[in-house]
């Protein structure tokens, strides 16, 4: 139950993000929103340890209790109304089948949609994986794990507000092709590295690093050019971008688990194979968006 409230919140903010303001300015707004939506899952283990570590693990309940009750308070009282019901639309299953149809048959959405998840996968293959990495093959307690784990956020929140100023000079579509490609290289170089046996822990921790912070760029403005095309179809569009995010990242982390041994490559491994299927989606789908321009020129909707 937790769970569906939590995916709810989730949704909407994406697609608030689409109601509220201008596509130009979609990008900026979530790297903004990457400060929580990325961030959380993060820091929360970090936060989460030292409260149940001080307080019992009651406490954890006790805080995010708290949380969504002043969440809820600031819905009730400040959150404006982004999009009025639209009667027309229908709640049968139906419909909203056909709806989801609709939205994953665009090419812009499908291919930013995919790149963008799957890319993702690598900062869940970091979550699931670090601290048999950190914990178990370089000793750390888990106080300095904790510290760890909070720094290398520091990547991927501070990437994506970098972004926000990289939009200023370049278009969305540049920066995601630059960022993947730079992620491409970075992981195969980690897993050759770990493979070979040729990271210590500082190295290990400036490859995550650097993984990060291609993450943090790649993230809004991949979601950012997925929903550009739906002005109406925006709840909509948000519930599959969110479904193939968390599902792929779910699928990631069940990996590093099945294929986890004493060392850091199955984590590397799969940090670099998503990586490179993530490019090679975003390449492919390129040139079926350019198709679809071509032949309806007037469908076409840019992000930037």
């Avoid at 069940?254 to 299927?277: E, K, L, N, Q």
Wanted: glycine share 10%; proline share 5%; with cysteine.
């Amino acid at each position: 139950f937790q769970a569906l409230g939590g995916c709810a919140a989730g949704v909407a903010s994406i697609a608030m993000v689409r109601d509220l303001f201008p596509i130009k300015d979609n990008a900026k707004v979530f790297a903004l929103l990457v400060l929580v939506l990325g961030a959380s899952p993060l820091i929360a283990p970090t936060a989460g340890g030292y409260l149940a570590d001080a307080f019992g693990w009651q406490s954890v309940f006790i805080v995010l209790l708290s949380i969504a009750v002043l969440i809820l308070i600031a819905v009730i009282f400040t959150l404006p109304e982004s999009y009025k019901p639209d009667p027309e639309y229908s709640l049968k299953p139906g419909p909203i089948i056909s709806s989801f149809f609709l939205v994953i048959r665009n090419p812009q959405f499908y291919t930013y949609a995919i790149a963008g998840a799957v890319g993702f996968c690598g900062l869940f293959a970091y979550v699931a994986g670090s601290p048999l990495v950190f914990m178990d093959v370089f000793g750390l307690g888990k106080k300095e794990y904790g510290w760890v784990f909070a720094g290398l956020s520091v990547g991927f929140i501070g990437s994506g507000q970098l972004n926000s100023l990289l939009i200023k000079r370049f278009k969305s579509e540049q920066v995601v092709g630059a960022a993947l490609i730079s992620q491409v290289i970075i992981c195969a170089l980690f897993l050759t590295g770990a493979a070979n046996g040729w990271f210590g822990l500082a190295a290990t921790i400036a490859m995550i690093f650097l993984m990060l912070c291609c993450v943090g760029m790649t993230y809004p403005n991949t979601s950012a050019l997925s929903m550009a095309p739906f002005p109406k179809n925006a709840g909509v569009a948000s519930a599959l971008l969110g479904t193939m995010q968390l599902g792929l990242g779910a699928a990631a982390s069940a990996c590093v688990g099945v294929f986890s041994s004493h060392s850091a490559t199955p984590m590397a491994a799969i940090m670099a194979g998503s990586s490179a299927i993530a490019l090679i989606v975003l390449l492919i789908g390129r040139r079926n968006i350019a198709h679809a321009v071509h032949a309806d020129p007037a469908a076409a909707v840019s992000a930037h």
